[in-house]
């Protein structure tokens, strides 16, 4: 298996520009999220999913969309880059629930100009 | 005001000494707590969840106070590959993490 999946690596983005950030993970895990991760600020929560079709929001979900049309794919879309979202980006997903163990992505660099 | 809150330290302790990490959380319907070990530009990997009872992971010991509304981590015999960050986390219908403790054992 190979575990949880995100692509891109690193990714540099001029203000104003949209891209998604993949996830996927081939463990049939039920419950996927988003955290961001910035100096000071440890881990937030962005926008989690229960399963297929379901998803709500974290602590910081504004600037974000997602959608969750398979178990296995949560992309994390960011509608128009700002400065601010300047982070790194971890997908994590847990067998049933937000409080089982979480398998956390090797992470997504990010840099807004 | 985070709902879960760490000292972010760094904690420099020496080889084979014992370090305690606390880690408070402010909403009392609070169930379930875990704590995550991070390395240097790695992702988050659980260390070990946290029972009501406390419990113990070989040199790793783990509590839970719900009155006081904290839960520790206690380090014996520190490693030098014990070096990292430690994330303590815990909701009621979602997973939130303080802002992570670093911790640097050294010779």
Known sequence: ?113 | RKEVEQDPGPFNVPEGATVAFNCTYSNSASQSFFWYRQDCRKEPKLLMSVYSSGNEDGRFTAQLNRASQYISLLIRDSKLSDSATYLCSGGYNKLIFGAGTRLAVHP
């Open chain 1, 1 to 113: 298996n190979a575990g949880v999946t995100q692509t891109p690596k690193f990714q540099v983005l001029k203000t104003g520009q949209s891209m998604t950030l993949q996830c996927a993970q081939d463990m049939n895990h039920e419950y996927m999220s988003w955290y961001r991760q910035d100096p000071g600020m440890g881990l937030r929560l962005i926008h989690y999913s229960v399963g297929a079709g379901i998803t709500d929001q974290g602590e910081v979900p504004n600037g974000y969309n997602v959608s969750r049309s398979t178990t296995e794919d949560f992309p994390l879309r960011l509608l128009s880059a700002a400065p601010s979202q300047t982070s790194v980006y971890f997908c994590a997903s847990s067998p049933l629930s937000w409080d089982n163990e979480q398998f956390f992505g090797p992470g997504t660099r990010l840099t807004v100009l």
